[in-house]
């Protein structure tokens, strides 16, 4: 194949011709001889490792979808709370993570994948029927004024204090906690629902998936909750891969940009694995955020 085809992205006729004449197998790459370890967030939807739904959570379907095309060996699998992931990405063996986001600091021992699909950001969960209470803080774009909603005393906010919520919400969030502010109250991360069920909180922060109650994934989502976007959350967020930065990481990280770049299967795989469990409320904002971003 010429070299030039190479370089320009396949755009002419004959170009495409070249490709179309080689066999799939030619074009794909064969998967590694690597023994690939992946960490994931231990906590249902994100895995579930008994019952019925044992294997269809959102990072088993993500595993099951990629490993097979980066190892020609079984995966290994280790689950971790959040504060715990990236502790096990630091052990031996080759590592690999759907569960991090890109960080300065995390880049200096990870490497990170391209972006495999656009994922929600943090945002505002709460019951549907307190929903019309929001509509004074609502902006232009229907999203959630975060600054706004926090000067009413009158409305408690629940905020997991083990994580970061990117975009500005930190920004918004800090002087509030810093004078110990009423109306924000510190969670575990693990009691959100039951509080605002039982109207400790009015609302609380967190992605999609923590409209699911901790105990178990229900046969169906849990219906009387709402996931709200905010002004202040940043836009979408890039999903990526992330392995250790070794050189047998550095090579399964190439494959999977190179698959991404080939293998259209993979990456509708990947989408429907992340909206598998997410509510209805969420897939909404998530195609209405898709459809601003691509007309910016």
Not at 66 to 71: A, F, G, K, V
Not at 164 to 170: P, R
Not at 199 to 226: C, H, K, S, W
Request: some cysteine; hydrophobic content about 40%; glycine content about 6%.
């Amino acid at each position: 194949m010429p070299l030039s085809c190479l370089l320009r992205s396949v755009t002419t006729r004959l170009c495409g011709t070249l490709l179309l004449a080689l066999p799939a197998a030619a074009r794909a790459a064969s998967p590694l001889d690597i023994e690939l370890t992946w960490v994931t967030l231990g906590s249902e939807p994100y895995t579930i490792s008994s019952g019925k739904l044992a294997g269809q959570g959102v990072m088993d379907l993500i595993v099951a979808a990629i490993h097979p095309r980066l190892s020609s060996r079984p995966p290994q699998q280790v689950h971790a709370m959040a504060a715990r992931i990236e502790m096990e990405m630091h052990k031996p063996g080759t590592r690999c993570t759907t569960s991090l986001l890109p960080t300065p600091t995390r880049e200096q021992y990870l490497i990170f994948s391209q972006p495999y699909e656009q994922i929600l950001p943090n945002g505002l969960i709460t019951l549907k029927w307190r929903q019309h209470f929001l509509t004074p803080y609502r902006a232009a774009n229907n999203t959630i004024q975060l600054s706004k909603l926090l000067q009413n005393p009158g409305y408690k906010l629940g905020v997991s204090m083990a994580r970061a919520f990117g975009g500005s919400i930190n920004t918004v969030l800090q002087p509030y906690l810093d004078k110990q502010a009423g109306n924000v109250v510190q969670l575990s991360g693990i009691t959100n629902l039951k509080m605002r069920r039982s109207g400790r909180i009015d609302f609380f922060l967190g992605y999609p998936y923590d409209q699911y109650d901790n105990v178990g994934v229900p046969n169906e989502m849990a219906r009387d909750t709402v996931f709200l976007p905010l002004a202040e959350g940043g836009g979408l967020l890039p999903a990526t891969m992330a392995c250790q930065r070794t050189e047998q990481g550095k090579q399964v990280v190439a494959l999977f940009n190179s698959l991404l770049q080939e293998d259209k299967a993979l990456r509708r795989s990947l989408v429907v694995a992340y909206e598998r469990w997410l509510s209805p409320s969420a897939i909404v904002t998530l195609h209405n955020m898709l459809r601003q971003e691509a007309t910016q």
